[in-house]
């Protein structure tokens, strides 16, 4: 599928629609609108809620935040981007059909807890073949398990009106949060799997037609469906193995004296390894990664794979470990108790630059130290506080009912200094850049002594916080002499 011609396809008058206005359905369709400006594209969700915020005048409240996403939306808004709950009128009236719903863990039944649930998609399957008379492209945008365009094939197959043809593509995104708007501008690729069959390759080309309006040719990848489906789940894997890795070196760092910044430099400078997400930290969160190594591993055993399938699932332990060990290095250090300790957690968001809060690991950590009876205090530059605590439900199962004192044992703050003020501890959850201009000094007079640093993110100054007098520890890094190992 590497030889699709896109010369001479138009896109001027298209019609596109996508189901489903979250994270990537928002983002990615407001960019498309902006590259093309000919194309009139609908967003379109069950929430009236979200697409309310996402049509709310004042900027500030669109559902998603993300640097320069404001800026794009009020270019398009109202122009050739529109935001809507009319999902059957908008699929109806569409020439090419993105699905970008949520494909999450399943919950129940087979494959619980691993295998990506696409009733959703399959819900939209259904919706566009009752309500669609005429063709249309339907572009799988979601993150999927392999062959889920086939479900999607023989459902719309089996429900659609005679007369009425589709092409299945898949299309999966590669954003990542807090940078979506640099990463739709300039993907390091766009890619595209298709049926080989003629009307397969011309949906490609079709496409393949409205990215090349701001993305070079040469950048948009053409496959055949399984390729494509699985190269998602792939590269997730891959860059969140590196995160593990990088993480269980931190380990052996903190027991021998390496610093793992340093190892991570040395190693990332041969260009055949390369120095991108090789930062340790406390463990990767976010709503991707886990959930789609999950998927993966599920997929390999099967597929009777239960050596692929293990070698994967490492990725997850190695993680899950990194939390823990985290936050037990908290309490250790903090004389095996931190019953009744306040310790201020800064930044709750599982990245910077994003209010997303999914398997973020300050929740976890958050659980570890609620259930050790600690007084958490947390400022998060955009995260508030129902955010917070409906996260710490969803994915740690801590609720007032089976966390006594809740409200009082976990409070948000309006500043890092308010977190701080009669603290033992402060921890850094996120690596928010503001963190690494706060008043440490302020900080040290206020909490109680001795004060600790936790730094999950490595973002501070240490030596600076070592001279104000607090005792630092650091992921991956050696402990100040005066301090345990953590
Ligand atoms: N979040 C990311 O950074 C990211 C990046 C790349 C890929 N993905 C993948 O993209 C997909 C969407 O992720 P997201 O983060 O945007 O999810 P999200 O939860 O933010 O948004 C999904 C939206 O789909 C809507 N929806 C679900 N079923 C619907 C239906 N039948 N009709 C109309 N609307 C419906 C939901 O109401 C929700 O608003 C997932 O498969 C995810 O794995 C996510
Ligand atoms: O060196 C690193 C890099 C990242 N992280 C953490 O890893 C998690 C995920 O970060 P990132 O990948 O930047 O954000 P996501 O928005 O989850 O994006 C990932 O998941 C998306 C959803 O599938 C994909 O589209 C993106 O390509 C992929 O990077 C976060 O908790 C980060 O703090 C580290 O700990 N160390």
Not at 224 to 249: D, G, Y
Not at 399 to 409: F, G, K, Q, S, V
Request: proline share 4%.
């Amino acid at each position: 599928m590497s030889d699709i011609d896109i010369t001479g396809v138009k896109i001027d008058g298209l019609k596109v629609a996508c189901i489903g206005a979250g994270y990537v359905g928002g983002p990615t369709m407001a960019v498309i609108a902006m590259k093309c400006p000919t194309v009139t594209v609908t967003v379109l969700d069950i929430s009236e809620e979200r697409i309310a915020a996402w049509n709310d005048e004042d900027l500030d409240n669109l559902p998603v935040y993300e640097p320069g996403l404001a800026a794009v939306v009020a270019e398009t808004r109202g122009r050739n981007l529109f935001f809507s709950t009319d999902v059957e009128g908008a699929v109806a009236a569409a020439d090419i059909v993105f699905v970008s719903v949520n494909t999450p863990t399943k919950l129940h039944g087979v494959g619980k807890g691993r295998a990506a649930d696409v009733k959703n998609l399959e819900a939209c399957a259904r919706t566009i073949a009752r309500v669609s008379s005429s063709n249309k492209i339907i572009v799988e945008k979601s993150t999927v398990p392999i062959k889920t365009a086939e479900t999607i094939r023989r459902v719309l197959e089996a429900n659609k009106r005679p007369g009425c043809e589709f092409s299945v593509l898949s299309n999966p995104e590669f954003l990542a949060e807090g940078t979506a708007v640099d990463d739709l501008f300039e993907p390091s690729r766009v890619l595209i799997g298709g049926e080989d069959k003629p009307a397969g390759r011309t949906a490609v080309a079709q496409l393949a037609a409205v990215y090349n309006n701001w993305v070079a040719r040469e950048r948009i990848i053409t496959t055949n469906l399984w390729s494509s489906e699985l190269s998602k789940l792939v590269a997730n894997a891959f860059l969140a193995q590196r995160i593990s890795s990088i993480n269980s070196i931190s380990a052996l760092c903190e027991r021998t004296g390496a610093d793992v910044s340093e190892v991570a430099r040395a190693v990332g400078s041969d260009h055949r390894i390369g120095p991108n997400f090789l930062k340790a930290s406390l463990g990767f969160g976010g709503s991707c990664f886990q959930k789609d190594i999950l998927n993966l591993v599920y997929l390999a055993e099967r597929f009777g794979l239960p050596e692929v399938a293990a070698y994967w699932e490492q990725v997850i332990a190695m993680n899950e470990w990194q939390k823990r060990r985290f936050a037990e290095g908290m309490v250790s250090s903090m004389f095996n108790s931190v019953s009744g300790k306040r310790i201020a957690l800064l930044g709750f968001a599982f990245k910077k630059d994003t209010a997303d809060v999914r398997e973020t690991a300050a929740a976890y950590v958050s659980k570890f130290l609620l259930e050790e009876r600690a007084h958490l205090r947390v400022y998060d530059p955009k995260v508030r506080l129902p955010a917070m605590l409906s996260e710490l439900d969803y994915t740690c199962g801590v609720t007032p009912e089976n966390c006594p004192d809740l409200a009082t044992r976990f409070v948000s703050c309006a500043s890092a200094l308010e977190a701080c003020d009669g603290a033992d501890a402060l921890a850094v959850m996120t690596e928010w850049d503001e963190f690494a201009s706060i008043d440490f000094e302020a900080a040290f007079a206020a909490m109680r002594k001795p004060a600790f640093v936790f730094d999950g993110r490595n973002v501070l100054d240490h030596a600076k916080l070592r001279a104000i007098g607090f005792q630092v520890y650091v992921i991956g890094k050696p402990t100040s002499p005066s301090a345990t190992v953590m």
